[in-house]
């Protein structure tokens, strides 16, 4: 007696609710773990039930159509022949429920004289229940998918590594004739290279703050480019010095286009506006306000829509050019839009966001769709060729390739620093293809610019696109 009272006083020690559930599941586990993924015995009974109940399903209906046409026949004094009769949807269940839903066709009565058969079909109305009997899975035909296979793309490779700025390369620009480009940098220069031997041809200076947008015309002998220091400037090309500066700016200017046909110049920055400029006679004639944050890419096209900018407020506006209106305006995105890239041949373009890449149609900016990943990074710059290659770079230094027209990544790399920098100095913050569309240039956080093109041994066999269709389409 007095040891079981000792027993009972004896105090309980307190366990916490995370050790009992982990005792409850290794108990679980104990009982379960010898028939864990193992399919109980087939039962014979219960499968021929199965069988059966599936035959009724699908062909119920024309059992009883051709058993009453047999019969009608046979009042007739026709001689009876095996009845063609084909359901065209549903079934027949029992006939307590008999409300005609379906339709079936099948071979009528003789018409005429009884040694001609008719040779038309009739629709009759064949038993089934009120309720949809979908067909099983095992009969159901396969639909394939709609959304349009890859083409094959080459992989691309790293070939040159060009050091020669002393803070990150922001802005990149080819000039027309393909033989050399320019980097605007954080170390406030601008560098002409060669685009055959990568060697350095001149180095500009006159910004005073990091240089964020280059553009190269292809109409004059001038190049334009823009700063944190809120000024934009024109280059004569032939002297190589400063012949115009465009004033008007409140703050840095993050990107710049040159309209394809007529002589202006695109400009926005962080004071949420995307200003026009006269080339030859530095007048601003239109300030294009209605973004609520930084204007931070742009591109012009020769038709309206003629300006397009992308902005920190997450949303794309199409601007009418003759009048300095919106035209419309492009919610899709959740997060900044970064990077606008118009493709060189399709009346469309892509725009990329921390959430994902989207694709729209011009004019009208319908959404056509999402790139079928995710690059899971801020995406600072965006290019595309005219082989529909979309070439996309991240804050982490991730260079992803696309195919334009199903949106496949078909390469996911990532940059490697040069010897010396730290490893989050791996940031991509400019791209652009050459005219051709061969070779593509990153201007990096690491202070370099890489040159890639495609590898020339590769082949679908040895590179296969590894390509699954989505099963949702994402509208939005």
């Given at each position: ?56 399903v ?32 549903g ?49 159901m ?38 033989e ?36 190269v ?9 823009a ?9 004569d090309?032939?002297?190589?010095k400063?012949?115009?500066?465009y ?23 962080r004071?949420?506006?995307c ?13 294009l306000?209605?973004?609520d ?10 038709t ?8 920190h ?11 300095g ?12 839009v ?12 892509a725009?990329?966001s ?19 990943s995710q ?13 529909g ?33 730290l ?54």
């Amino acid at each position: 007696m007095t040891g079981s009272t000792m027993a009972s006083e004896l105090p309980v020690e307190p366990q916490s609710f995370k050790k009992l559930s982990l005792k409850s599941i290794k108990r679980s586990l104990d009982l379960f773990s010898p028939t864990h993924s193992q399919l109980p015995p087939p039962d014979a009974e219960s499968k021929k039930i199965r069988m059966s109940h599936k035959l009724h399903v699908e062909y119920g209906g024309i059992k009883s159509v051709s058993n009453q046409s047999a019969k009608n026949s046979t009042q007739n004094h026709v001689a009876p022949s095996t009845s063609n009769a084909l359901v065209l949807s549903g079934s027949v269940n029992s006939e307590k429920t008999g409300t005609q839903s379906d339709l079936a066709i099948v071979q009528p009565k003789n018409l005429g004289d009884g040694n001609k058969a008719g040779k038309s079909t009739a629709v009759i109305p064949a038993r089934g229940t009120s309720e949809r009997n979908l067909p099983t899975a095992a009969l159901m035909e396969r639909i394939p998918s709609r959304w349009p296979r890859p083409v094959w793309h080459a992989p691309w490779k790293n070939y040159r590594v060009i050091s020669g700025h002393l803070g990150w390369v922001r802005s990149v620009a080819f000039s027309p004739n393909n033989e050399w480009f320019c980097t605007g940098s954080a170390d406030r220069t601008i560098k002409i290279w060669d685009t055959g031997s990568g060697r350095l041809r001149l180095t500009l200076t006159g910004h005073i703050e990091q240089v964020r947008g280059l553009a190269v015309s292809t109409r004059h002998t001038y190049m334009f480019s823009a700063g944190d220091d809120k000024q934009v400037k024109c280059w004569d090309l032939e002297q190589n010095k400063v012949i115009r500066s465009y004033h008007g700016h409140l703050s840095g200017v993050y990107c710049l286009a040159l309209h394809p046909t007529i002589d202006v110049l695109l400009t926005g920055g962080r004071d949420s506006v995307c200003r026009v400029w006269d080339i030859r006679s530095k007048m601003q004639i239109h300030a294009l306000s209605g973004h609520d944050n930084t204007v931070c890419s742009v591109f012009t096209r020769p038709t309206d829509p003629q300006v397009v900018t992308g902005s920190h407020d997450s949303t794309i506006k199409f601007w009418d050019l003759r009048y300095g209106k919106t035209m419309a305006t492009l919610t899709h995105h959740k997060k900044s839009v970064r990077a606008l890239a118009q493709h060189p041949i399709e009346d469309s373009f892509a725009s990329a966001s921390a959430d994902n890449i989207k694709k729209f149609s011009l004019p009208r900016g319908e959404f056509l769709h999402n790139m079928l990943s995710q690059q899971k990074t801020i995406i600072n710059a965006m290019t595309v060729n005219q082989e529909g290659v979309l070439a996309t770079g991240g804050d982490n230094g991730s260079l992803w390739f696309w195919d334009w027209k199903s949106g496949h990544s078909f390469q996911q790399s990532q940059t490697i620093v040069q010897p010396g920098s730290l490893d989050s100095e791996a940031g991509i913050y400019a791209l652009s293809y050459d005219i051709t569309g061969t070779r593509l240039i990153t201007c990096e956080a690491d202070k370099t610019i890489k040159m890639w093109k495609e590898d020339e041994n590769a082949t679908p066999e040895t590179h296969p696109v590894n390509f699954k269709p989505p099963k949702d389409i994402r509208r939005f």
